[in-house]
């Protein structure tokens, strides 16, 4: 047990006050004595300043027989039994948890009851429609027939075959509404469906937004690999050290954040763009409750799906001495509290602060769902009124840039770091501080929508200088604070106009490069953004977005023993992450996002739509038939897909 107990380790003057010992050898502890047996059982004892001091303490893991409760453990550290004397404990507060197996709660019992469900109803939806393949190529046609050798079979067996036929056909007939649904949850046809690459259509010039997509995504999965690493690490002195590099300011707590904006300007972008285009299709009419229900069940079922799976189920993800090193609790209790807030999308506006919410990463969610709220108004200005509509964006934006100038100019981080907390409710989550970048979207979508109308054009000089543009706007908004971790102070007008402005110059040049590939002016980066690859990857970015901070902090917290920061080990967690996270949001989006987006197609059939049973059986039976003939040809060991 002495051996399992945590120890002063090297690296203190890096940060490493993590001395947690050995958890699975303390578990793996079982003892026979002459009076009675026992195993070893593990805790972890955290302190804190009974006064203001700003003392760090290391979290020592303590290995102690499993009848030893808690506050025994904390009377030992107090007592100085267990060598704790030196580090003068008794000024401070010890709070020891003993980690022990958790048991399975209501809310999770119930969670695997649905996800049973979900999961019949994909069997039951692709058993259709294996089972509609197998009756069509069973029970062939006169022309499929070439040879007359089921004619003849049939003619053979007389009238109790074609009987046996003809009930089989009518009990797939009356499965009815029932049938329907269940072939939108065909995992076959669903997962084709996300790999499918489509290279023409009317809307094939936007296809570097695909690119776009998911290089925000890949940056958004590598700030977060960086942010979660230090409270896991035996020298977080070197992860913040990382910040002082010039290459370093991609993943920095201000400038790494732009990925997000990103996202707000595709999004505003391609609401306006599209709206646009059907308003003029349908003479100006158009069904704004289907506009919003759209939104709203294609982002909310798989949303709720994964906040009941975080809420109830995080406890059995994982369970190792990284786990115990905070208030595991929380996430829990605040999706119990709260978790109506996300499925309004207002836990952006409440509860006040981002760190009390459920699932905190979804403030982005909210706030796109009010910006796209609001973006009928106006579209539909810009639509019937365009110099109204340019007054409106206008008007939203100077007020964004007010209320970002009065917050920074009110709370200083230099002089009051404690702060911080406010700040980032105020400038970093509230949608009247982030809409900017949404507006600079909806810019670029209307000016894309008019430029055939109105017979723009843009020269090569034009586009050049706007390229010129582009470039040195991005990389003076990521760059620009270099100077700052080497020392360099920035004065109070200096960093009130950097953080009020640098958020939606960095949308303009997102924007701008959108835009330009978008109108044959993207050159090799066009090319580049509009990879075929990248398509089904952009179909997967919604569930990604969702689930990689969940499994990084799986990997995190399921770890026994500290990690050690180099260069080398982050780009292995990063990349790691990034696959496992595609490849998470991948099955997600199999089980739960694409049958829900199928079912509204059966809910809200468009004009000219074929019903979902008859498109989802003829896909899959495609799919089969490719997959029967790969088989056939190239035998079970190398089955390439068929493009």
Not at 202 to 220: K, Q
Not at 336 to 358: A, D, F, Q, S, V
Not at 405 to 412: A, E, F, L, S, T
Not at 448 to 456: F, S
Request: with cysteine.
């Amino acid at each position: 047990m002495l051996d399992a107990s945590g120890k002063p380790p090297p690296g203190i003057l890096q940060g490493n006050i993590r001395w947690i010992g050995r958890y699975d050898l303390c578990r793996d502890i079982k003892a026979s004595l002459t009076q009675r047996d026992f195993n070893g059982r593990y805790c972890l004892t955290m302190s804190t300043a009974v006064n203001k001091s700003r003392t760090l303490l290391p979290e020592i893991g303590v290995c102690v027989p499993n009848s030893c409760s808690a506050d025994v453990v904390n009377q030992l550290i107090l007592s100085g039994v267990l060598g704790t004397d030196v580090l003068d404990i008794p000024k401070y507060n010890p709070n020891t948890i003993c980690i022990t197996d958790p048991e399975y709660s209501a809310g999770a019992i119930a969670a695997l009851c649905i996800c049973s469900i979900l999961g019949l109803l994909i069997v039951g939806g692709t058993g259709i429609s294996v089972f509609k393949y197998l009756r069509k190529t069973i029970f062939s046609t006169d022309e499929d027939d070439k040879d007359g050798i089921l004619n003849q079979s049939a003619t053979q067996s007389g009238d109790s075959n074609r009987t046996e036929s003809e009930n089989m056909k009518d009990t797939v007939k009356g499965l009815g509404v029932i049938e329907n649904t269940l072939s939108c949850f065909c995992a076959i046809t669903n997962g084709r469906k996300i790999l499918a690459i489509q290279k023409s259509g009317p809307y094939s010039h936007l296809a570097a937004l695909n690119g776009i997509r998911v290089l925000s995504m890949f940056w958004v999965i590598l700030l977060h690999t960086h942010q979660f690493i230090p409270e896991f690490t035996d020298n977080p002195h070197e992860v913040t050290s990382v910040y002082q590099r010039f290459s370093g300011q991609v993943i920095s707590n201000l400038t790494g954040t732009l990925a997000v904006d990103s996202f707000f300007v595709l999004s505003g972008m391609l609401v306006t763009y599209l709206t646009l285009n059907k308003l003029e299709k349908r003479a100006g009419q158009l069904n704004w409750a289907v506009f919003y229900f759209h939104r709203f069940w294609r982002l909310t079922p798989v949303y709720m799906i994964i906040i009941m799976l975080w809420a109830t189920m995080r406890p059995y993800f994982t369970n190792g001495p990284l786990y115990w090193t905070m208030n595991i609790d929380y996430p829990i209790d605040n999706c119990r509290k709260y978790w109506w807030t996300n499925l309004l999308y207002i836990n952006n506006l409440y509860p006040y602060y981002l760190h009390e919410g459920c699932m905190t990463w979804g403030w982005y969610l909210a706030n796109d769902m009010q910006f796209y709220i609001i973006s009928p108004l106006i579209i539909y200005f810009l639509y019937r009124y365009s110099k109204i509509g340019y007054a409106t964006i206008a008007a939203l934006m100077t007020a964004c840039f007010t209320s970002l100038v009065v917050v920074y100019m009110k709370y200083d981080l230099r002089k009051n770091p404690e702060q911080l907390d406010k700040l980032i409710t105020l400038t970093y989550i509230r949608p009247w501080s982030r809409i900017n970048s949404y507006l600079v979207g909806m810019i670029v979508g209307y000016v894309l929508y008019e430029m055939p109308r109105k017979r723009w054009k843009i020269s090569k000089l034009g586009a050049l200088l706007g390229w010129c543009c582009a470039i040195a706007t991005g990389l003076g908004t990521v760059y620009g604070l270099y100077r700052t971790p080497q020392g360099h102070s920035q004065t109070k007008p200096e960093a009130v106009f950097y953080q009020t402005v640098f958020r939606t110059l960095w949308a303009s040049a997102v924007g701008w490069v959108a835009f330009a590939c978008a109108i044959g002016k993207g050159g090799p980066v066009n090319s580049i953004l509009s990879w075929s690859a990248f398509a089904p990857l952009a179909k997967l970015t919604y569930c990604t977005y969702l689930l990689h901070p969940i499994l990084l902090e799986v990997y995190y917290r399921s770890s026994v023993t500290p990690f050690h920061y180099t260069d080398y080990n982050m780009v292995y967690i990063f990349l790691g992450n990034l696959v496992l996270s595609f490849a998470a949001a991948y099955i997600m989006s199999v089980c739960a996002e694409a049958p829900f987006m199928a079912l509204e197609k059966l809910i809200l059939p468009t004009k000219g739509s074929s019903p979902p049973d008859k498109k989802q059986s003829s896909e899959t039976s495609k799919l089969l038939q490719d997959s029967d003939h790969t088989l056939l040809k190239y035998g079970v060991k190398y089955a390439p897909t068929k493009n």
